[in-house]
């Protein structure tokens, strides 16, 4: 039987036709999703609508407590989970693949658990009561990518059901089994109808985006689909969070010592395969220190295998699709033909499946499509420098602006070179780092609202103001 391509009001429903999901690992279907119909998308906002009152209305204290109840539901099966999200997204079950994923995602849930909703008093004496209140918003659309499907939908999900909306979600096409997984899970400690989801191609997303019960739309993917999502919401004005693409860059100050930089250089650009929104994409590297520092990087990259996620050994894992996977081929490819010099890597491994090895690529400049778009993939391009003003207005001169990271031993100088960057977040001396009670989200192109703790949860919810 196929994976069913809809679940609402607590019902698992299977769909008309089948789509199939790829291995990655080695390029051929292993398994079919039922497509959910237009039909059973207005099913699942309409159960979404219907449970929302009852769900609004709960203490505060009950959702806190549903919550938990998910994050032990997630703990109790998540290697379950892991297996399946290793079968269709490639990332290892172990290391920082997907076991840590799931890891992630049960921390997420229970720090949303705790996050609370106070009534805020601006004034209450004997001239005036002014309360500000919290209401949650309604339907809330959720609609993931495939590079971190399950705790990218939980950064989703979790939010919006603690402040009391209750939630529509689609998965990727390409990642949509271990997300249906855990919504079919998830339903042993939610009402039904509050927690919804629906599977199916891109086509299916335009009519949560345009629907007229979604009062809210939080999408995570690429910058070109979120300027659809915005128009396809704005005749019924929804709120929105934009989590798009990033082209980070990270600068290396020339007071490093190479090798103690390289291991965190290296994850902050290939964790995930280089699959990460805020991945270190561009590194900026000051001349006096540059080749060092490319043999250092080097020496690392020798250490890490790349092979099916179902193998111990292997570190990383497959390109997710084959798309993603030309996609790299093609920068990289572009970048040599224009005069980089290739450390290690660049060029596909032999066999079945999408796998391309780490690649470290010198002697990059602006200009190359490795430097100016963003590669989401195992290839990091290394830039030369030799003034700092000059590589803050390179790194500086993208439309995106999800991360960034200086890389010094003067912290205080570091930090302020830190803050020059245009981005979301500015890390020193590491580049990825992310925590449930931090804001995370971009400006420019990279989208807008953040998600995480009590600045993410700002996003589901109206301020009603009670005066008198
Ligand atoms: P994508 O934009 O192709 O797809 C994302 C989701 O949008 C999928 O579920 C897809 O089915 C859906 N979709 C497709 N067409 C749509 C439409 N017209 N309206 C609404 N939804 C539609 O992105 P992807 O390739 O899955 O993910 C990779 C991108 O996501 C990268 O650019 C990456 O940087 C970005 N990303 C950003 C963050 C962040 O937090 N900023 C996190 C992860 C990934």
Known sequence: ????????????????????VVNPANGDVFEYVA??????????????????????????????AALTRCADIIEKHADELARLLTAEQGKPFGGMGSRFELD???????????????????????HAHIAIHRRPLGVVAAITPWNWPIMIAIWQIMPALRAGNTVVLKPSPYTPISTMRLVELLQQALPPGVLNAVAGQDSLAPILTSHPDIAKVCFTGSTATGRKVMGSAAPTLKRLTLELGGNDAGIVLPDVDPSAIAEGVFWGAFINNGQTCAALKRLYVHDSVY???????????STIKTGPGDQDDSILGPIQNRMQFD????????????????LTGGAPLQGPGYFYPVTLVADAEPGMGLVDDEQFGPALPIIRYSDIEDALAQANNSDVGLGGSIWSSNISMARQFALRL???????????????????????????????????????YSLRVLHD
């Open 327 to 342: 996609k790299v081929v093609q920068l990289v490819d572009g970048a040599r033909a224009a005069g980089a010099r290739i």
């Open 291 to 301: 080749e060092p520092v490319c043999d250092a990087l080097t020496r690392y990259a």
């Open 1 to 20: 039987m196929a994976v069913p391509g809809a679940i609402h009001s607590g019902r698992i429903e299977q769909g008309h036709d089948l789509f199939g």
């Open 35 to 64: 497509q959910a119909d237009a039909e059973q998308v207005h099913s699942a906002v309409a159960a979404a609508k219907r449970s929302f009152p009852a769900w609004a209305s709960l203490a505060d204290a009950d959702r806190q």
């Open 104 to 126: 992630g995602a049960i921390g997420w849930t229970r720090h949303t658990a705790t996050l609370s909703l106070p009534v805020e008093f601006v004034q209450d004496d004997e």
């Open 422 to 460: 245009e981005c979301g977040t500015s890390w020193v001396n590491k580049h990825g780092a992310i925590r449930p009670d931090t804001p995370f989200g971009g400006i420019k192109a990279s989208g807008f609202g953040v998600e995480f703790g009590h600045h993410g949860l700002n996003e589901f």
